[in-house]
């Protein structure tokens, strides 16, 4: 489970929107249509209209409100009152009373300063900073020709300000000067922004709520980091006003499971919060610390934190809203309202620290408290009711009452239906429901429970955890013993339920890609057609607001108008496809069993797996019948296996090859393969969706047998019985085969290797010291691979290509490679460093390292991010990676993986040879070059990188040196797609003539190694 906000704080407490009450701050609406107005400081056109009457000390003429840049909100509020305008009475309204105490809520003002206008009427000026956001905000107390006026608004407004309130043309006086305008130069000079500029950080700042309210962590956190970009690029990166958009960026990034990026930015926030305008902004910075340290797991530690946020939040919230009484009145104080929900969140946010942290019977009785405290309020909105009862859930099950735990989990469920109908709250909820009932041994409720669910996760293509998928697995698989006859309809269904769960990195990459397509250099129609979905997705979120705020059903309009929504949202992902063929491998959707079936040759099988906290799942394909097995094998197990297999492959910190652990290599195979031999038997391919850490492992070096470490040429290698094809999902292979044919490109090879490292000064740049310092320390390590040289030139020579096919050294940049027309060649190979999303914490992404331009002041051109690749057009049957490392902590390596091959699969290519670990130069060139040399002899890639890996086998201790049939050297390479498919049938080892093995260099022991 994550961490979420309620929809009222996202409203109000995180500064996101922090939009105060309807009474502060109206939308433009009403139909009316405003007046011209002049431009403001910034050249931008304005527009007047009446507004609506604030609190004021004496009786208003009339109220209105400016427009400026095509900002929805108003840049401006200027009340005319009646009364005489005095010194006093300047100085008495700016100084205090109903309207200074409404300023003061929503801003932090200086002094009032005497000052004149344009044509010289007196004048008071405040110099402001806005609560929300921290944008320099202006008040003005002025002696005008009918009494007194009071304005406020962004500070650029003030010229408006200025002509409005005494009753100006547009055009103003050309000759008179304003005092109040000079005293706001300065500031304004300084800080050189615009209304759109708030206009959009606003806009920014509520999409990131909308979206962590639906759970969309990723998005949200794309959203809230582009805010935090205008606030640093418009009041610097130290301004203490950016504070908001730092901790909801730090809280979505957290809720990722990226615990270090969180902290940096939290680091930050705590630095910066005790200054800021926006007074919540301390207890906000506690309690967003207090979320990042259970999302770290560790819920003991959490709760003292949770505890000083409570303290921090109470203290400004008003007195008469602690004791029990209704205070629905108080609410139009925003910083009161702020606080309430800031409170009775932390509440319920240490209520499930207490429960994960084994103090369950605590839980309850404080989310009882916060919902109470809210209710006084008037602030108990449903997604907030259906938050405390499944957090309240949670706290019932820890202590073993399965079935009020359900109830509760089924009531929560509720509440999101109406809150956010058919979004992953709700979604995530019925599994939770579902897991309890199944624990009452009610499996028919629970298969209801996870099936209304699953619909949810299929129709809005979002992904679960795979601890909330796990029980579903289990109530089919009790289900198909059960009911022998229905057995191969409920394996089916468990094949499509395991889709349903994607880890945190993968889920990433592919929302992020899925945002950001066309985005920067990309096809424009792509761009419009995805602008077009976020813009139906934005409309489809305010609707939900809508029938929050209106508490649930009963309006057959609203209703009508979210159905409404909802197709077009719909229509318009069908846009986006049509657009953009690739765009399917950037969704995280699921494929069922037929269709698997139906892009399977009789001579293939596909086996996926779904592991679980203390157990899993392996399923394959084959002629159409669905198998699906229980294994003991869990995710933790699995991560430890992985990592003690790799650890006797790769070289150690001696430069020695390791002696290879038969054991493990055999105990994978027996808990993921064995129990589907019938299923895989004779399969000439067998195409493996593998999960977690356990794609950073070549399957072909997995042991179907005992063997001898002594021996390995004999080993039963599970490359001796199958060529092998991996694929990041089964959705994956069935988008890449729903393609037409092979790559219809006219020439056949483009290869780069032997990038230019960019410089420790360049890397400095790129990566600051105080966020990244360890980053530029790890990027120097990633020296320059002179060995690829001699593949690379091996490989264009094998193609027949000419000697322009081949850029080496400093022509090896990312404008070069962009100018290459990469759409020309069926194969590309990268003889480069691949970095996986985590090896270095400021690269989110996966991303290729290339030679920096000559000159170049950063490192920055260096690093082709994933997202950039999302822009490549090419037609390629293949393209070989030939320096990655999957190695990352915890098998998180394996994982960003898929990322990093969706990525080239939208670009257009079919298949991807990446290596494992660091390889040994003379057997990768090897390797590389006898693949190609049998791809091009027309045999299938995955069948040619099998003849590759067995000629290394098979001539290790012969032609070969007879460390060779150490996996160390034969193993490193994988496909991850199809690459190009037979036509007919897979070539084996035996279908082409021997390797000419004498043109490469073999390497030996003392071989060099690459990353």
């Not at 990312?814 to 691949?834: C, E, N, P, V």
């Amino acid at each position: 489970m994550r961490l979420r906000f309620s929809a009222m704080v996202l409203f109000l407490l995180l500064g996101a929107c922090a939009e105060p009450p309807p009474e502060a701050y109206v939308t433009r609406g009403g139909g009316q249509a405003g007046q011209p107005a002049g431009n403001d400081s910034r050249g931008d056109a304005c527009t007047v209209q009446a507004g609506r009457q604030p609190p004021a000390d004496r009786p208003v003429i009339r109220a209105q409100e400016t427009y400026c840049g095509g900002w929805s909100q108003p840049a401006a509020r200027i009340i005319h009152l009646r009364g005489a305008t005095g010194a006093a009475d300047l100085d008495a309204l700016a100084a205090s009373g109903l309207w200074r105490s409404w300023l003061d809520l929503r801003v932090a003002c200086g002094a009032p300063v005497a000052t004149t206008v344009a044509g010289g009427a007196a004048a008071r000026l405040l110099s402001c900073t806005r609560r929300s956001g921290g944008w320099p905000h202006v008040a003005l107390v002025i002696a005008g020709a009918e009494g007194p006026v009071v304005a406020d608004g962004v500070a650029t407004a003030t010229p408006v300000i200025e002509r409005l309130a005494l009753g100006r043309q547009v055009a103003g006086d050309a000759g008179s000067r304003s005092a109040a305008m000079q005293l706001a130069v300065t500031r304004l000079a300084a800080d050189a922004f615009r209304t759109g500029d708030v206009g959009r950080y606003e806009e920014l700042m509520r999409l990131g709520a909308d979206l962590n309210q639906t759970e969309n962590y990723t998005a949200a956190e794309e959203a809230y980091r582009a805010a935090l970009a205008v606030q640093e690029r418009v009041l610097g990166r130290d301004n203490p006003n950016i504070v908001g958009a730092l901790l909801g960026l730090a809280v979505n990034i957290s809720n990722q499971q990226r615990p270090r990026e969180a902290q940096i930015l939290l680091d930050r926030a705590g630095q910066l919060a005790p200054q800021a305008a926006d007074v919540i902004a301390p207890a906000r910075y506690l309690h967003y610390t207090g979320l990042a340290t259970m999302n770290r797991g560790d819920a003991a530690a959490a709760i003292p934190i949770l505890e000083q946020a409570e303290t921090a939040y109470r203290a400004q919230v008003p007195q008469e809203a602690l004791e029990d009484t209704n205070v629905a009145g108080i609410v139009a104080d925003p910083i009161a309202q702020s606080a309430i929900l800031g409170l009775a969140e932390a509440k319920r946010n240490r209520a499930l620290a207490l429960t994960r942290a084994g103090r369950s019977a605590e839980a309850t009785a404080l989310v009882n408290e916060a919902r109470t405290l809210l209710r006084r309020a008037g602030l108990e909105a449903t997604i907030t009711i259906g938050r405390a009862l499944r957090t309240q859930a949670g706290a019932e099950a820890r202590r073993g009452r399965t079935e009020a735990a359900a109830r509760l989990m089924e009531q929560a469920a509720n509440r999101f239906a109406v809150a956010v109908p058919g979004e992953r709250p709700e979604a995530i909820t019925l599994f939770l429901a579902g897991s309890q009932r199944l624990l009452t041994g009610r499996r028919a409720e629970a298969l209801s429970a996870f099936r209304a669910g699953a619909a949810i996760v299929r129709a809005r293509q979002v992904a679960l955890p795979v601890e909330a998928v796990i029980p579903y697995l289990d109530a089919l698989n009790a289900e198909a013993a059960a009911s022998p006859a229905q057995d191969q309809a409920l394996r089916a269904e468990m094949f499509a339920a395991a889709q349903l769960a994607q880890r945190g990195s993968t889920a990433r990459f592919v929302q992020q890609a899925s945002a950001r397509v066309g985005a920067a250099g990309g096809d424009t129609r792509v761009a419009e057609a995805v602008r077009g979905l976020q813009e139906a997705d934005r409309a489809l979120r305010t609707l939900f607001n809508e029938r929050d705020v209106a508490l649930g059903g009963g309006n057959a309009e609203l209703d009508a108008r979210i159905n409404a929504a909802q197709q077009r949202r719909n229509e318009a992902e069908s846009e986006v496809a049509a657009a953009a063929p690739g765009y399917r491998q950037l969704l995280l959707t699921a494929v069922d069993a037929p269709a698997v079936a139906r892009v399977l040759a009789p001579d293939e099988a596909l086996v996926t797996m779904l592991l679980g906290p203390r157990h899993g799942y392996v399923m394959a394909i084959r002629r159409g019948t669905v198998t699906a097995v229980r294994t003991t094998l869990s995710e933790a197990e699995a991560n430890q296996r992985v990592q003690r297999l790799r650890a006797s492959i790769e070289l150690n910190a001696q430069g020695q090859v390791p002696v290879f652990d038969v054991a493990e290599a055999r105990a994978l195979h027996a808990a993921l393969l064995a129990p589907l031999a019938a299923a895989t038997e004779g399969a000439a391919t067998l195409i493996v969706a593998p999960d977690g850490a356990l794609l950073s492992l070549p399957f072909g070096l997995l042991l179907a047998g005992p063997a001898d470490p002594a021996a390995l040429g004999r080993a039963p290698f599970l490359i001796r019985r199958h060529a092998i094809v991996h694929v990041p999902s089964p959705q994956a292979l069935a988008t890449l085969r729903a393609a037409p044919g092979g790559s219809a490109a006219p020439l056949p090879y483009i290869g780069f290797g032997d990038f230019v490292p960019p410089t420790p000064a360049q890397l400095a740049r790129s990566f600051p010291a105080d966020r990244c310092g360890e980053d530029a320390r790890l990027a120097q390590g990633l020296g320059r691979l002179p060995g690829t040289r001699t593949e690379v030139q091996a490989a264009r020579q094998l193609t027949g290509s000419a000697p322009d096919a081949v850029l080496l050294g400093g022509d090896f940049t990312a404008a070069k490679l962009r100018q290459a027309r990469l759409g020309q060649y069926r194969i590309l190979h990268l003889a480069t460093h691949a970095l996986l999303a985590g090896e270095l914490n400021c690269l989110p992404e996966p991303t290729i390292l290339l030679s920096a331009p000559a000159g170049a002041a950063d490192a920055n051109a260096a690093f082709m991010r994933a997202s950039e690749v999302l822009n490549i057009q090419m037609d390629a049957d293949l393209v070989i990676l030939s320096a990655c490392n999957t190695g990352g902590a915890g098998g998180a390596g394996g994982e960003a993986l898929s990322g990093l091959a969706r990525a080239f699969f939208y670009a257009g290519a079919r298949g991807l040879l990446i290596t494992h670990w660091a390889v040994d130069d003379g057997a990768a060139a090897l390797t590389v070059a006898d693949a190609i040399r049998r791809q091009q002899g027309g045999a299938s890639s995955a069948a040619a990188l099998r003849g590759a890996q067995l000629l290394l086998l098979d001539e290790a201790g012969g032609r070969l040196p007879a460390n060779f049939a150490h996996p160390y050297y034969w193993a490193p390479f994988a496909l991850i797609g199809d690459g190009r498919r037979a036509p007919a049938r897979n070539a084996s080892v035996n279908d082409a003539p021997r390797s000419p093995i004498a043109t490469v260099p073999a390497g030996d022991t003392a071989g060099a190694s690459r990353l």
